[in-house]
């Protein structure tokens, strides 16, 4: 491989890092400057706090209902995991070892909820789930996000199943096992990576999904993303700092799970798997 050694590469290679660091440096500024704050006293006009406390965040633990938020959050996002886990893995099987007529229509159909954004089909969603009941529920809340969640399940999981050598199911089946069988002693522990890395990463989505949770959520139904933002736009009076503590249980609550994911999952591996198997 020749690389080019010339004045204008390495001006271009200068100037992406330039914009890479000033980039990484405006995003730990802006966080540390929300931590900094939710443990602050009083902070105006100067270059650090009078004073640190961390009484604002049993204020806003208790103003908020944190815990309340958090229990829906961990309860909405384990539905949305499971269901999304089951039907997902199911159709990129079928997906990735049945060939029937119009199958790129149907897998680009069964798609687009990831290509487009949203808003685009969560206002008309969240209008039907409120006209059959379902608005402003629990059960509402999971639905919605079932809708780009399974899509995802699958983009990531027909990878994982194309590379497994159909021989394998074939030779299980000649010994006698039957589909439960193939599937649990067989299929299962092949699959476990891209499952746990599916899954992982579904619940990062959902934890961070505000467009559907927020059409389709109500007083008791709310996550973690919707109180924050009711926290910061809501009518009423109250301190910065509360709203401070509320960004950095969410941040840390995201950051914790994504990091777990990616300690399962590599996102490049899933796209190079994903561009290999369709040169093939």
Do not use: C
Request: aromatic share 10%; no cysteine; glycine share 8%.
């Amino acid at each position: 491989m020749i690389r080019d050694t010339g004045i204008g590469s390495k001006l271009w290679r200068t100037a992406v890092w330039a914009v890479v660091v000033v980039f990484v440096l405006n995003l730990l500024a802006l966080i540390a400057t929300v931590v900094i704050d939710s443990l602050s006293t009083r902070w105006l006009g100067t270059w650090l706090p009078a004073g640190f406390t961390a009484h604002w965040y049993a204020d806003a633990w208790d103003e908020f209902g944190l815990t309340d938020v958090l229990v829906v959050t961990f309860q909405v996002v384990g539905a949305v995991v499971l269901i999304s886990g089951a039907l997902g893995v199911t159709a990129a099987y079928a997906l990735a070892r049945r060939d029937f007529p119009g199958k790129r229509a149907a897998t680009l159909v069964f798609l687009l909820p990831l290509l487009v954004p949203p808003l685009t089909y969560g206002i008309p969603m969240a209008t039907l789930l409120y006209r059959v009941g379902l608005g402003g529920s629990f059960a509402g809340v999971v639905l919605a996000n079932l809708v780009p969640a399974v899509p995802f399940v699958v983009l990531v999981m027909i990878p994982f199943i194309e590379q497994i050598d159909p021989r394998v199911e074939a030779a299980a089946r000649v010994f006698g096992a039957s589909t439960w069988q193939l599937f649990i002693r067989v299929l299962l522990p092949l699959l476990l990576p891209g499952v746990l890395a599916a899954l992982l990463l579904v619940l990062v989505r959902t934890v961070a999904m505000f467009e559907l949770t927020f059409l389709t959520s109500g007083p008791t139904s709310q996550t973690l993303v919707v109180a924050l933002y009711y926290a910061v736009f809501a009518s009423g009076v109250r301190a910065g700092q509360e709203v401070d503590v509320m960004a950095v249980v969410y941040m840390v609550t995201t950051l914790v799970w994504l990091l777990l994911a990616l300690r399962f999952v590599n996102p490049t591996q899933i796209v190079a798997r994903a561009k290999t198997q369709g040169a093939h």
